[in-house]
């Protein structure tokens, strides 16, 4: 008797609709005149922070990154401060993996070290962005984190605004894994 193997393109689609209906239910989608940290000018605004708040949409955006992060072969989750910090350490609850906390810049006090958890030369991380746009601030961390010697091809993006950032990290030898994007948000 043979198993059948799940639908993984039905599963996604699935895992997608629900995550949007989460962030639409906590009210992570608002409409009106916003300008984002990368300066543009937007009609509409993701606040991820709004779900990563929310013990339910947190707990679907940690088990779906983590199903991705199962497929990347690393050993260490990372989030910039502020918004990817609470989904790096949601997924490294549901992994297991070890947590590093990259700050945007070095503190002046205690350690002046820019990152918070372990990092070794030998590391192979995946970073966790709440909402990319341009890709600046994560590919500033990445730039940071492979200073040492650690390596970092994945950021997984609970949202995608598809203005750039995809191209951008590709072009910083990482690759993108969006949960959602915004044309699939704003549907």
């Known amino acids: ?40 000018k937007s009609k509409y605004y993701i606040d ?4 990563s708040t929310d013990p339910k949409t947190l707990k679907i955006i940690a088990r779906q990154a983590a ?37 945007k810049s070095v503190k002046e006090y205690g350690t002046k070290s820019r990152f918070v958890g372990d990092l070794r030369p030998e590391d192979r991380l995946v970073m966790l962005e709440d909402v990319t746009t341009s890709g600046g601030s994560v590919r500033d961390a990445i730039k940071v984190v492979r200073e040492t010697g650690a390596c970092v091809k994945y950021v997984i993006t609970v949202v995608d605004r598809e203005e750039g950032a995809k191209e951008k990290l590709k072009e910083a030898d990482a690759e993108l894994v969006p949960l959602v994007t915004a044309s699939d948000l704003l549907k």
């Not at 239910?25 to 009106?32: E, H, P, S, W």
């Not at 991820?48 to 779900?51: G, Q």
């Not at 992060?69 to 297991?96: C, D, I, Q, R, Y």
């Open 1 to 40: 008797m043979s198993q059948s193997k799940p639908d993984t393109g039905n599963e996604i689609e699935t895992q997608k609709q629900e995550l949007i209906a989460a962030l639409k239910a906590c009210g992570a989608v608002r409409y009106g005149d916003f300008t984002l940290s990368s300066g543009k």
């Open 48 to 51: 991820i922070k709004k779900a």
């Open 67 to 103: 199903l991705r992060v199962k497929e990347m072969g690393v050993g260490t989750v990372a989030g910039v401060e502020l918004g990817g910090v609470p989904l790096a350490t949601a997924v490294s609850l549901e992994t297991g993996l070890p947590l590093l906390i990259v700050r």
